[in-house]
């Protein structure tokens, strides 16, 4: 009997992919959905910028879609005055923190913050080592709801250390705060975070890019994809990868790149946090931001990311297992030509004489019941994500 429960719980640990120990703060169930300044508005922040987003979210159906926190991030913070208290830049926040958080929450979304674990932001904003708890204290008078945590300036600082001293340290606050591990996949987090954030960086930043890399660690979308080809197994409810906020409607891509980045971000369980300018935003962009279908894909309560299980001269099936045992699925052309795609039941794990129902997600439409395989002709660096249901 001993035995057994010893080979057990060995088999258990030997086969567990995501971490045993998830962070125990309750929070991130699902992928968080929110907006935040850096991809759109980066140093150009303001009280008038963070309310107005709150504004745009409620009015423009996205709080309604799911979108929930409004984070601010880099360049709000000034200095510290003598007692090492962290200063909102004054002219740009005239009313304070405290107040715009209670705005936020006015609106029913939730306030979030930005800092960095090293000495100083990315940009050279002061950062919170040596004030971890000074901090967190701070952000719940604020009434912070979330905190995307960055890591420039750490110099010789051990990542995993110095990411569980601010875990420590929000628990200690007494108000619970979404914990966003920002230090870019730099030292594989994925391996450690889980009790540690509620989601964690992949990658170095997105680039509003379809393909390309920059030398300072920029990614375009296929980029940062191809980097989470064997990861999934490390996310799951309370514990996220994090490829990086959205560029939807930011200009760089078209809208076809723009829907396809969204539906594989959605594939993937990933955060959903919008980086653009909310109040002047187009039909198309709205569109693809508030496809409610698409969000549920990424929102599934069972919250295993897709795996990618064909790829082949530019074009590739990533599969994600639902919680009702549907598969949704994404059929993704990188190539620069109108191709068909066809995947083969088997690769879902169903087998081959199964008859399911296909319902394309873009087009908000069944497409037939289909046994053994199902073939779309899907655009350049377009994405069609079908939800195929056992019947
Ligand atoms: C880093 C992060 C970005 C953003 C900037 C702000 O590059 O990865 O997401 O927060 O810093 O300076």
Redesign the pocket.
């Known amino acids: 009997m001993k035995r057994t429960l010893v080979l057990t719980a060995f088999v258990l640990i030997g086969f567990a992919a995501t971490p045993l120990l998830a962070l125990d703060n309750g929070l991130a169930r699902t992928p968080p959905m929110g907006w935040?300044s850096?991809?759109k508005f980066?140093?150009n922040v303001s009280e008038d910028l963070i309310r107005g987003a709150a504004d745009s979210i409620v009015r423009n159906g996205m709080k309604e879609a799911g979108y929930e926190y409004v984070v601010i991030?880099?360049?709000w913070q000034v200095s510290r005055d003598v007692e090492g208290n962290i200063v909102p830049d004054a002219k740009r926040f005239p009313s304070g923190m405290k107040a715009l958080g209670d705005y936020i929450h006015s609106k029913g979304l939730k306030f979030g913050i930005?800092s960095?674990a090293g000495r100083g932001?990315?940009?050279n904003r002061p950062g919170s080592r040596g004030y971890e708890y000074q901090d967190a204290r701070q952000y719940a008078a604020w009434g912070v709801d979330y905190l995307?945590y960055?890591?420039?300036n750490h110099d010789t600082q051990d990542s995993q250390s110095s990411y569980e001293t601010m875990r420590d340290a929000l628990a200690k606050s007494g108000r619970p705060i979404v914990f966003s591990i920002?230090e870019?996949g730099s030292t594989k987090p994925w391996l450690w975070a889980g009790s540690v954030g509620n989601l964690w960086?992949s990658t170095?930043?997105?680039l509003d890019k379809w393909d390309g890399k920059e030398k300072w660690?920029g990614n375009g979308v296929v980029q940062i994809l191809d980097l989470q080809d064997g990861i999934e197994s490390y996310a799951g409810p309370g514990h996220w990868n994090d490829p990086?906020?959205l560029e939807v409607g930011n200009g760089g891509m078209t809208d076809t790149e723009y829907q396809s980045h969204f539906s594989l971000w959605c594939l993937m369980a990933a955060p959903l946090m919008a980086g653009n300018d909310l109040e002047h935003m187009s039909d198309a962009t709205k569109t693809t931001l508030t496809n409610k279908e698409v969000i549920a894909v990424d929102q599934d309560a069972a919250g295993i990311q897709a795996k990618r299980v064909r790829k082949a001269g530019g074009l590739e099936v990533w599969v994600k297992q639902m919680s009702d045992g549907s598969r949704a699925v994404g059929l993704l052309n990188r190539t620069g030509v109108e191709a068909e795609i066809n995947v083969a039941w088997t690769e879902l794990g169903y087998p081959d004489r199964l008859s399911a129902s296909v319902r394309d997600l873009w087009a908000h439409a069944n497409v037939g019941t289909h046994k053994g395989t199902y073939a779309a002709k899907v655009a350049s660096h377009g994405v069609m994500v079908i939800r195929v249901t056992p019947e």
Request: glycine fraction near 8%.
């Open positions: 935040n850096w991809n980066a140093c991030d880099d360049c930005y960095d932001t990315c940009q995307k960055d890591w420039c920002c870019w960086r170095g930043d997105i660690g990086d906020m």
